[in-house]
């Protein structure tokens, strides 16, 4: 199973990860496979590019982050301080920090540059599935199973925002260049959101089965989304300018 796919900011590589414990990195013009990567101990579950397109991060089963050059694919940190699987990996949009969290409810900040762990942040009740960083990199958002959204700021320990109404775990979160967060849920539906004062701005259904993945369009305009029901749904969302 490919659990999750990721394009580098330039569009000229793809990178996916799968089960069985492998990464790869993709020509996107001509498909061919650029570097087949190995390291991970279990299935790999979450992958994402930097900012910058110069590195790779990924999360497995085995417990462990890892980031990775991408000209070279070479690994150049082994993160370890998570006790169960690592459901979802995130960069910062300045490219300094790296975002973790998964099953043992931990999330968790980390150095790029040097690896060290900054922070760790605790509050969900249940296993955490998904993570992002809002484009300025005030907040980040993470999703869990135990249906919440939480909105974090990387310098405080405890929450901004615990956003409530999900039926169902979080299986995907998304901000907008204009502020909004959206996720997406096994409830079948999507909720827009104003992090900053947890007010519901949109509620989006149409999916006939649980949601798999969503993101804006860079513009913040189109709100796309993926579902287990093999639908891709494309949206217009009214721009809501909230920074």
Same mark, same amino acid.
């Given at each position: 199973?490919?659990?999750?796919?990721?394009?580098?900011?330039?569009?000229?590589?793809?990178?996916?990860?799968?089960?069985?414990?492998?990464?790869?990195?993709?020509?996107?013009?001509?498909?061919?496979?650029?570097?087949?990567?190995?390291?991970?101990?279990?299935?790999? &579950?979450?992958?994402?590019?930097?900012?910058?397109?110069?590195?790779?991060?990924?999360?497995?089963?085995?417990?462990?982050?890892?980031?990775?050059?991408?000209?070279?694919?070479?690994?150049?940190?082994?993160?370890?301080?998570?006790? &169960?699987?690592?459901?979802?990996?995130?960069?910062?949009?300045?490219?300094?920090?790296?975002?973790?969290?998964?099953?043992?409810?931990?999330?968790?900040?980390?150095?790029?540059?040097?690896?060290?762990?900054?922070?760790?942040?605790?509050?969900?009740?249940?296993?955490?599935?998904?993570?992002?960083?809002?484009?300025?990199?005030?907040?980040?958002?993470?999703?869990?199973?135990?249906?919440?959204?939480?909105?974090?700021?990387?310098?405080?320990?405890?929450?901004? &925002?615990?956003?409530?109404?999900?039926?169902?775990?979080?299986?995907?979160?998304?901000?907008?260049?204009?502020?909004?967060?959206?996720?997406?849920?096994?409830?079948?539906?999507?909720?827009?959101?104003?992090?900053?004062?947890?007010?519901?701005?949109?509620?989006?259904?149409?999916?006939?089965?649980?949601?798999?993945?969503?993101?804006?369009?860079?513009?913040?305009?189109?709100?796309?989304?993926?579902?287990?029901?093999?639908?891709?749904?494309?949206?217009?969302?009214?721009?809501? &300018?909230?920074?």
């Amino acid at each position: 199973q490919v659990n999750c796919c990721a394009i580098s900011p330039d569009f000229q590589f793809v990178l996916t990860c799968s089960d069985d414990s492998r990464i790869h990195v993709w020509e996107a013009k001509s498909g061919a496979l650029r570097h087949k990567v190995t390291g991970h101990t279990g299935p790999v &579950k979450s992958c994402c590019f930097s900012p910058d397109g110069s590195l790779f991060a990924s999360s497995s089963h085995d417990c462990t982050v890892r980031i990775w050059r991408v000209d070279t694919a070479d690994c150049l940190h082994v993160l370890t301080g998570h006790s &169960k699987s690592v459901e979802t990996v995130s960069f910062s949009p300045d490219n300094t920090s790296v975002l973790s969290a998964g099953w043992d409810r931990l999330i968790i900040l980390w150095e790029v540059q040097s690896g060290q762990r900054l922070k760790t942040f605790m509050g969900h009740q249940d296993a955490i599935q998904c993570s992002a960083f809002s484009t300025d990199g005030s907040y980040f958002a993470t999703g869990s199973w135990d249906y919440s959204v939480t909105v974090w700021s990387p310098g405080n320990d405890t929450p901004e &925002k615990v956003l409530n109404g999900h039926q169902g775990n979080v299986s995907c979160v998304s901000f907008s260049v204009s502020g909004m967060l959206a996720s997406g849920s096994w409830d079948k539906t999507i909720r827009v959101w104003n992090p900053r004062t947890g007010a519901l701005i949109f509620l989006l259904k149409g999916h006939m089965d649980w949601l798999r993945t969503l993101t804006f369009s860079r513009d913040g305009i189109l709100l796309v989304s993926t579902g287990h029901d093999k639908l891709v749904r494309f949206g217009g969302c009214a721009w809501v &300018k909230l920074y």
